[in-house]
């Protein structure tokens, strides 16, 4: 009788673990599968002996693993660091300016596709033969791969994968947001970006709403039903994309450029919008910095670095993909890339 109760108490002593480890791991997803197929080469540092009459297929990587019912046979090539990055990128370093050369991107971000479906696109990063990044399918699919050292530290990984892999459909958004407004609701002080509190937000809207004023904003934002909102800015008016939004109203009125007529040359009487190009600028806080320093980062400061511009990356991949497709009142193609990164 006691060996019976000593099993039983054994099954829910594991389930517990097992619970708490799915939840510490993945608190809003609600499924995903392990990886752990073997590191692939780190091209990296590839040998200077690689001669001008190489093939560019010299410097691609291939990385072959199952997951979801299914084999995923991907081809990777390292990206060009000027399509994400603009050429004057600076590294600001506690406000010193660092050579740009001492994190190089090409060496360890990776773009590229699926090799049985010809219309996916693949693209992330590759840090000791690890991929971390997006996939998404020809048909909308879309997931995303990621190394279990974010949820570990390095004394703490485990033993049996290095990844996991989930459906972006599995990320409980409802969850993430109530949990946001639980805190907002109880913490004046909680951001939603770039010091924005919760009073300070009220203010802001307040004068908005009033009409007048110098921060007084122009109807720009009155759109035609049938055009593509982006689903970054559920608030379109309140997007700080809003300026690129079609002018066209329900009311009639003179329509203006959103660009004020800058960097236009007219063929055929249409308006040609030369500059698609918006610089940014992105800065990674100290939490978000001492949580990849001691997790992904491998409390290494160089490594740390180049974690944090492989997530600049994904988010900046991310939202070209979304606006170089969507027409904003008869402009198109507009897309980000890095200026500067602290």
């Known amino acids: 009788m006691i060996l019976k109760y000593q099993s039983i108490l054994f099954i829910i002593g594991f389930l517990?673990?097992?619970?708490?480890?799915s939840y510490s791991l993945n608190k809003y997803i609600d499924g995903y599968e392990t990886l752990n197929y073997r590191p692939i080469l780190d091209r990296r540092k590839r040998s200077t002996t690689t001669t001008e009459n190489s093939s560019d297929d010299d410097s691609s990587i291939e990385l072959r693993f199952r997951s979801h019912n299914r084999v995923f046979n991907i081809k990777l090539y390292p990206v060009n660091?000027?399509?994400?990055?603009?050429d004057d990128h600076q590294l600001d370093i506690n406000g010193e300016y660092l050579n740009t050369n001492s994190i190089?991107?090409?060496?360890?971000?990776?773009?590229?596709?699926?090799?049985?479906?010809?219309g996916s696109h693949v693209y992330g990063s590759i840090m000791d033969g690890v991929f971390d990044g997006h996939i998404i399918l020809s048909d909308g699919t879309s997931l995303t791969v990621e190394k279990a050292s974010r949820y570990f530290s390095p004394d703490e990984r485990p033993k049996n994968y290095h990844s996991v892999?989930?459906?972006?459909?599995?990320?409980?958004?409802?969850?993430?947001?109530?949990?946001?407004?639980?805190?907002?609701?109880?913490?004046?002080?909680?951001h939603d970006g770039c010091g924005l509190?919760?009073?300070?937000?009220?203010k802001m809207k307040d004068i908005q709403d009033a009409g007048e004023g110098p921060y007084a904003t122009p109807n720009y934002y009155s759109t035609i039903d049938d055009e593509p909102v982006s689903h970054l800015s559920p608030r379109h008016k309140d997007s700080i994309f809003g300026k690129f939004a079609s002018n066209n109203t329900k009311k009639e009125r003179k329509k203006r450029s959103a660009f004020g007529g800058i960097g236009t040359s007219s063929i055929n009487g249409k308006n040609i919008h030369k500059v698609r190009t918006c610089s940014i600028y992105m800065q990674a806080d100290h939490k978000l910095y001492e949580h990849v320093f001691h997790k992904e980062g491998n409390r290494d400061p160089v490594r740390t670095r180049e974690e944090i511009v492989a997530l600049f990356y994904n988010h900046i991949k991310a939202v070209n993909q979304i606006y170089e497709v969507t027409n904003f009142g008869g402009i198109t193609g507009l897309n980000f890339v890095i200026q500067r990164t602290t």
């Open 16 to 21: 517990t673990i097992f619970i708490e480890f």
């Open 81 to 86: 660091s000027e399509t994400v990055f603009s």
């Open 104 to 118: 190089r991107p090409e060496e360890f971000l990776y773009e590229g596709f699926v090799k049985d479906d010809p």
């Open 165 to 190: 892999i989930y459906h972006d459909e599995k990320i409980n958004h409802d969850k993430y947001r109530r949990v946001k407004r639980e805190i907002h609701e109880h913490d004046d002080e909680s």
């Open 197 to 202: 509190t919760k009073s300070l937000k009220l």
